[in-house]
């Protein structure tokens, strides 16, 4: 994951970050259990990731209880082939 994260922080138009954080830093921000995955052969748990999507938190204020934020982050190689509408549940 952190490879793909990598690639969008160089590119520059993905997210904020200037340089890469360490990956618990990031992952820290993501909702527990809200990352998901996905591989070239979903059975096989060694294969390379293609891309993955997060949710966070928008607000830690009550009024923001339920609004996330969706991230999803597709390897450059593999993009235009559907991954981030499988991962948006499209």
């Not at 593999?78 to 499988?86: A, D, P, T």
Request: proline share 4%; net charge neutral; glycine share 10%.
């Amino acid at each position: 994951m952190s490879k793909i994260y990598s690639k969008a922080v160089i590119c520059g138009n993905a997210n904020f970050e200037l340089k890469l954080p360490l990956p618990e830093v990031w992952l820290k921000k993501c909702i527990l259990g809200s990352v998901l995955v996905v591989r070239e052969d979903h059975s096989k748990k060694t294969d390379p990731i293609r891309g993955w999507g997060s949710l966070s938190s928008v607000s830690n204020r009550e009024v923001y209880w339920g609004v996330v934020e969706d991230s999803i982050y597709v390897d450059p190689e593999y993009q235009g082939m559907g991954i981030g509408n499988l991962l948006l549940g499209n």
